[in-house]
């Protein structure tokens, strides 16, 4: 079992940028799928992009956008957010499970087994 703690959520500019990072402890991430997810006040727990040995899906309202990107010398996934939206905001939560294509984590987050507590982005002028 994987433990995830999330940082660099905050408070950005419309057109600015955020890089989250993933901090993983328990296991060597590369065995693991690794999502990033969003969720908005009042909405639904979202897909934003997820990674497994170099293979990426991203939801199409980020592609071109944002990047993820996972170290596994140092155990951490990354999210670099770049041109950010007001529609970017929520809370943002790191998660992880093994033998989960990138496509299904993107589509079922309950596919996701291990899940860090989350990390507060706002996108605003």
């Known amino acids: 079992q994987l433990q995830l703690v999330e940082s660099g959520g905050a408070f950005a500019q419309p057109g600015g940028s955020l890089r989250l990072s993933c901090a993983a402890s328990g296991s060597p991430l590369e065995d693991y799928t690794i999502g990033w997810f969003r969720q908005a006040p009042g909405k639904e727990r979202q897909g934003v992009a997820c990674?497994?040995?170099?293979?990426?899906k991203y939801t199409d309202s980020v592609k071109g956008r944002f990047s993820i990107s996972r170290d596994i010398a140092k155990n951490m996934e990354y999210l670099q957010m770049n041109s950010l939206k007001p529609e970017d905001s929520g809370v943002y939560y790191c998660a992880a499970a093994k033998h989960v294509p990138v496509s299904d984590c993107i589509a079922y987050s309950n596919a996701m087994f291990d899940w860090g507590k989350g990390t507060r982005v706002i996108v605003s002028s």
């Open positions: 990674e497994y040995y170099r293979t990426t």
